[in-house]
């Protein structure tokens, strides 16, 4: 099998799996973070393969949406590799790329590193900031059946993983708890000037949520 019929076969096996997926973290969201990612390697000398099978699987099961389990997803991705024959360094790496792609919350360091995770990363980071992110981050609010906004709950800026990860507050306090914060850990270089941009349209979008939810506009 070609990297190219790889790539292809990987593609397919992605939109079955997500077929029924929450419509932040369905197929398109995995295909903008796959081409954001190809975008960003433009500039970064990287293993591409990798890149690109670290993109297309990184949501293969978001724990989010398995009752927290961070397992599942590195255990197909590693099946499906495995399944087609793929080098075991190269599974490795993919699978070290899904398992510490996302944002947890906390202040934990990241026990894997390398230039590759750093290019998918920033990648996913992209599609959470933003006009679409905005859109993903209501969209998974209503989804969880969140309130909007709360001016009586404030956000909480110094959250365990374990906090993050059942917090229930509104959606809003989400923009303050996780996607403001992305624009500093962003890297590459491509990848902080995109996000200084998304970053500014998050801003200017909660100055008019304010002010429409005060009714001065």
């Not at 099998?1 to 799996?17: A, G, N, R």
């Not at 980071?125 to 993903?136: F, N, P, S, T, Y």
């Not at 404030?154 to 989400?174: D, F, V």
Request: glycine content about 6%.
């Amino acid at each position: 099998m070609t990297d190219q019929q790889l790539i292809e076969t990987t593609k397919s096996f992605v939109k079955t799996s997500l077929k029924d997926a929450e419509g932040g973290h369905d197929w398109f969201h995995t295909l903008r973070v796959y081409n954001n990612a190809m975008l960003i390697s433009k500039n970064e000398n990287v293993n591409l393969l990798v890149i690109q099978l670290g993109a297309l699987l990184h949501d293969i099961a978001d724990s989010k949406f398995h009752n927290g389990d961070e397992t599942l997803g590195p255990k197909l991705a590693r099946e499906f590799l495995f399944k087609h024959n793929v080098d075991s360094l190269m599974i490795e790496h993919v699978v070290n790329i899904i398992k510490h792609i996302s944002f947890k919350g906390g202040n934990e360091k990241q026990a894997f590193k390398s230039l590759e995770l750093d290019v998918v990363q920033d990648a996913d980071r992209l599609d959470a900031i933003g006009a679409i992110g905005v859109a993903r981050c209501f969209n998974y609010g209503g989804f969880k059946n969140r309130a909007l906004f709360d001016p009586n709950i404030k956000p909480n800026l110094n959250m365990s993983k374990a906090e993050y990860k059942s917090s229930t507050a509104p959606t809003i306090n989400h923009f303050y708890e996780k996607l403001l914060l992305l624009k500093d850990r962003m890297n590459t270089k491509t990848g902080k000037q995109i996000a200084d941009k998304r970053h500014q349209f998050m801003l200017l979008y909660l100055e008019q949520f304010y002010a429409e939810w005060d009714g001065l506009k």
